[in-house]
């Protein structure tokens, strides 16, 4: 066992005994790799504080249940994003849209993320409704599926794909108005 696994697994197993201090690096070790995720998510600072606090708790609260197979962070990151909608759904409620679902094909030039740093990238998303920026998230940034944000939203699949849909097209629209590119739908 390499040195980093073995400081890792006393780490948790400290964590699993509820020690403080264990506890708190372990929560520090994670804030900077998690804070994105959580800024993602939420139109605040705090909020995303907010979020990574009790996110976190839920951690250590269930931190017995990590078997070690699979990488921390990750196991981590999925307790941060189903922390994050739980927020939202304490925060907004979901309507339930019936609108038809028309795919797209975005034609858009290769270096336009070049233009924009994360940070202003991260400004334009979470300009988005907040049910709109959910799905978009999800979607694009966790890799969920139209069926498992459907289900964790309590949406139909048809109804996850039409935030999506409109995301997209907000996003094309505020990209346009700031001068990045005319895009094609």
Same mark, same amino acid.
């Given at each position: 066992?390499?040195?980093n696994?073995?400081?890792?697994n ?25 804070m ?12 995303a ?10 951690v250590?609260?269930s931190?017995s ?20 909608i739980d927020?939202?759904?304490?925060e ?6 019936k609108g038809?679902f ?9 270096d336009?993320?070049g233009? @924009?740093s994360?940070?202003e990238? @991260?400004?334009?998303?979470?300009? @988005?409704p ?14 969920f599926?139209?069926?498992?944000i459907?289900?964790?939203l309590?949406l139909?699949?048809?109804t ?7 995301a ?6 505020e @990209? ?10």
């Amino acid at each position: 066992m390499d040195t980093n696994r073995h400081i890792e697994n006393d780490l948790l197993e400290a964590c699993r005994n509820n020690e403080r201090r264990a506890q708190e690096t372990l929560y520090k070790q994670f804030y900077q790799a998690m804070m994105p995720v959580c800024l993602s998510y939420t139109k605040q600072q705090d909020a995303a504080i907010e979020v990574y606090n009790n996110a976190m708790l839920k951690v250590f609260q269930s931190i017995s249940s990590y078997s070690g197979t699979g990488e921390l962070g990750a196991w981590i990151r999925r307790i941060i994003v189903n922390a994050c909608i739980d927020y939202l759904r304490k925060e907004a409620r979901f309507e339930n849209k019936k609108g038809t679902f028309e795919s797209t094909t975005l034609h858009y030039r290769q270096d336009i993320i070049g233009d @924009l740093s994360a940070d202003e990238i @991260l400004d334009l998303v979470r300009k @988005l409704p907040d049910t709109h920026q959910l799905v978009f998230n999800l979607y694009v940034l966790e890799g969920f599926s139209h069926k498992e944000i459907a289900e964790n939203l309590g949406l139909s699949t048809g109804t996850s794909k039409w935030y999506l849909n409109k995301a997209r097209h907000m996003l094309i629209a505020e @990209l346009e108005s700031i001068g990045i590119s005319k895009l094609e739908v």
